[in-house]
């Protein structure tokens, strides 16, 4: 086995995933969810940095967090008091930032490392799951949601080649989000929307196929897309994942379970095959 200068092994492509962060409760009670997220992780080979972008971070253009120690943001209000008092004190690595940064900008990216950012709930909910101990250095990407499907896709792919160097791309959103069904369905409860099952299974059945350009078009094409989705931000961070795999990577879907009734809570995990 051949180990770079930075301890990955350049043979190894680490897998890229789209996780659920649920709403903000879901940190206290992980469920079913969050084991599968840790078992996830447990499988991967070493890790030299977590990438993760998540739907809570949005700018104009690119920015990659590169701070020491990035904080752990509470950007939530009206939850448990619990919540607030989780800190993720993981370090980041403003090494790694740079080295993403001129990946994206040689990919033709208008890309800045952004040196006070911290993570968001976004950001630090999964990574609670799937790597407890937060010894593994963080860097946080925001997304721009003025773009659409196809240029976070093209995003993800100008992050391909960091997979091989041991930085694993974490995507985080939620399969479906609708804010109005989900306060909606805080105060008068009852049965989780159609639309909610049959949006994350035509995803699913999209990604299964490779059917990238259906994907790319979700918005025309799947059912009840703009309700599932009244803004893409939620949506957006799975096909910078899909990217950075390939879009011939072979994916699992690890969950499908459906949180407050209407927030699909599907993980995807796409490609890592020893190349």
């Not at 977590?50 to 009206?78: C, M, N, Y």
């Not at 391909?160 to 974490?170: D, K, N, S, Y």
């Amino acid at each position: 086995m051949t180990i770079g200068t930075d301890g990955s092994n350049p043979n190894e492509v680490l897998p890229t995933f789209f996780v659920p962060h649920g709403a903000p409760p879901f940190a206290l009670r992980p469920g079913v969810a969050g084991a599968v997220l840790s078992q996830a992780a447990a499988r991967l080979p070493a890790v030299r940095a977590i990438l993760i972008i998540s739907a809570h971070w949005e700018t104009a253009t690119v920015q990659v967090g590169s701070a020491q120690r990035p904080k752990t943001i509470h950007d939530f209000w009206g939850f448990a008091p619990e919540l607030y008092e989780i800190r993720y004190p993981a370090t980041g690595c403003p090494e790694v930032a740079q080295r993403v940064v001129n990946t994206l900008q040689g990919a033709g990216f208008e890309a800045q490392t952004a040196p006070e950012r911290g993570l968001d709930h976004g950001a630090w909910i999964p990574l609670r799951f799937m790597f407890a101990q937060a010894d593994v250095p963080v860097l946080p990407l925001s997304l721009q949601p003025h773009q659409d499907a196809a240029y976070h896709y093209r995003l993800g792919q100008a992050l391909a080649p960091l997979t091989r160097e041991g930085i694993l791309v974490l995507a985080s959103g939620n399969l479906t989000h609708n804010l109005r069904d989900y306060l909606q369905g805080l105060h008068a409860g009852g049965a989780t929307p159609a639309y909610v099952r049959q949006f994350s299974d035509w995803i699913w059945a999209r990604l299964q196929r490779h059917e990238l350009p259906a994907l790319l078009d979700y918005r025309a094409q799947a059912p009840d897309a703009v309700r599932a989705h009244p803004r893409d931000e939620h949506l957006l961070p799975l096909f910078v994942a899909l990217g950075a795999a390939g879009g011939d990577a072979n994916v699992e879907r690890l969950h499908a379970g459906i949180d407050e009734g209407v927030i699909a809570m599907d993980a995807f995990q796409f490609g890592g095959q020893n190349s």
